[in-house]
Every structure is written in structure tokens, then in C-alpha cells.
């Protein structure tokens, strides 16, 4: 096998000697363990397990790996996925106005923070191409109104499609995407909400949170789904705020709190930590990538 690290993302209903059936079966095909990492969900009896493995010295080939493993997984009711670490992810974000969480994840990426491939920005204004153009990454430019939307997702789908796009990243897209759209990229779109849901959704949240007087401030960063703002949550964060805050205030520290949150939910994917279970994400620490 050419990869070194293998990555197995597993759900299915809890029993005993899950453990012991796993690992013995990746320990019989010559994997050494790397970490395993567990949750039971014992409201709906869900076991959920991240697991990587050496892969140094194995002489099985991935086919022949995932032939294997299903006779394993079909009878005790595996929901499962592989990720042999030989390719980066490729990335598009969307943008609109909104400039800060655009610079911060691609200079996170130029970093190597985030171990991903930047294919391009779409937006419907021009305004953030020069910070594209600084970083080298293709810009394109796809105004939207009403009668155009289905015309300009479409002309956005061809884009991700002729890319071999693997995640789409919202980074204050201020556009609704359609049902039809998201329904092509499940668990592929992740969008960053400048509030802390479910309070203060859809649009201008941080004058409705002055309004009511709030003490802290938040931003989620969840998949998209056809629900608005109702997709599985991958992560959150907070920052305490105070009555002299005005509505100006509040955005800015929002900004700084909507960079950290959404760096983090795409570091997750990237990084194989996520299981999507009905409506909740199931996300595993970060354990020495």
C-alpha cells in the first residue's frame, strides 16, 4: 500500500467486542494502530470510532483492504469510510463582501495550517479578488440576481465539478444556495454563521443581538443543508460582551471569533475528524496529525 497513514471513520449500533472485533481485524491484516478514538451515543445506542493505522509494511492493496473489511462491517451494521491520506483535498471558497475570513484561511493554508489544495474563489461581486490575485489563486467572478441564480449555480457546479472540488467553503457567501445545489455536495459544504445558533439566524444578527442586549457573541460553523443555518454544527465559539458594545463593536469582535470558528470546522474535514449522524456531527479531538 502506498499510503502510510489510513484513516477509518466508523458508525453503527453499539454492541459488545466492537473494539476487539476492529482491531483485531486491522491488526490481522499487518496495521499497526496509530490512535483510536471512541464514542457511544447511549440515548440512541450509536457507537461512532475514528481509527488510524500504520500502513508501513502491509502488502494488502485498498481494494483488496475494503473487500475485507465489509465482510466485516455488513453484519454488524457499519456505516464507514476510508481515507488513505495520498491526496489533499481540493477547496473552492465562496465569498461575497466579507474579506476576513477569505485572508485567514488562505494564509492559514499557505501556512500549512490547513493541509489542503486552494483551487480558486467564486464570489458575485468583484470586491476580493485583489486578496485572491495575492495569494495566486484563480478568481472568478459570477454576479447573481434573482432571475440568474439557477443559471449561476449551475455555471458554479461545472467550476467544482471540472476542478474535482472536494470541500466548499462558505466564508460569508451571501447567497442562499439552493436545495438542488446542496443536494449534490452532502456533508461537502461547510458555512460559517455569524452568530451563535439556533439564536439570531438569517441575516444582520449582530444588530438583533444588540438589541436584545446580549452578554455574548458567538459564530457556528456547520454543513449546509436545505434547512437555513439548521445543518449539522461542527463547531462553536463565544466571547463575552458587554452593554457598551454598539452594533459596529459586536461585528468586529464577531469577525475575530467567525475566523477561529470556521479555520477550525475545515481543519476537522480535512482531517477525517467528523461523523455525520442524523442531524449532529459527531467530532473527534484533533490526536497528532
Known amino acids: 500500500m502506498d499510503s502510510q497513514v489510513v484513516t477509518f471513520l466508523i458508525s453503527c449500533p453499539d454492541n459488545k467486542g466492537l473494539v476487539a472485533k476492529i482491531t483485531n481485524f486491522f491488526y490481522s491484516k499487518g496495521f499497526n494502530i ?29 481494494s483488496d483492504l475494503e473487500t475485507k473489511f465489509l465482510e466485516l462491517a455488513k453484519p454488524l451494521g457499519f456505516k464507514w469510510s476510508v481515507n488513505y491520506g495520498d491526496k489533499k483535498l481540493n477547496v473552492a471558497i465562496l465569498v461575497s463582501h466579507a474579506s476576513h475570513c477569505l485572508y485567514d484561511i488562505l494564509e492559514r493554508q499557505r501556512e500549512g495550517d490547513l493541509d489542503c489544495t486552494v483551487k480558486m474563489v467564486i464570489s458575485n461581486h468583484e470586491k476580493l479578488r485583489p486578496i485572491a490575485e495575492m495569494f495566486n489563486v484563480p478568481y472568478y467572478y459570477l454576479p447573481v440576481t434573482k432571475d440568474t441564480k ?42 460559517i454563521h455569524h ?10 444578527p449582530y444588530k438583533r443581538a444588540y438589541e436584545r442586549g446580549v452578554k455574548l457573541i458567538g459564530a457556528t460553523a456547520h454543513y449546509a443543508t436545505e434547512d437555513l443555518d439548521e445543518g449539522p454544527i461542527i463547531e ?42 442524523k442531524n449532529r456531527a459527531v467530532v473527534f479531538p484533533e490526536s497528532g496529525e
Open 236 to 277: 462553536q465559539a463565544v466571547e463575552r460582551v458587554t452593554h457598551d458594545c454598539t452594533p459596529q463593536t459586536l461585528k468586529r469582535i464577531g469577525a475575530d471569533v467567525e475566523r477561529l470558528v470556521l479555520a477550525k470546522a475545515i481543519k476537522c474535514h480535512i482531517q477525517n475528524q467528523i461523523i455525520v449522524s
Open 34 to 62: 496509530l490512535s483510536c478514538q471512541q464514542y457511544v451515543n447511549a440515548i440512541e445506542n450509536m457507537y461512532f470510532m475514528r481509527i488510524r493505522l500504520n500502513a508501513e509494511g502491509t502488502k494488502i492493496s485498498k
Open 195 to 204: 452568530s451563535f445558533l439556533p439564536a439570531f439566524q438569517g441575516a444582520n
Open 150 to 191: 439557477e443559471k449561476q449555480e449551475e455555471e458554479i457546479i461545472n467550476l467544482l465539478n471540472d476542478n474535482k472540488v472536494d470541500l466548499i467553503v462558505m466564508a460569508r457567501y451571501m447567497q442562499i444556495l439552493s436545495s438542488s445545489f446542496i443536494n449534490k455536495f452532502p456533508e461537502k459544504i461547510i458555512n
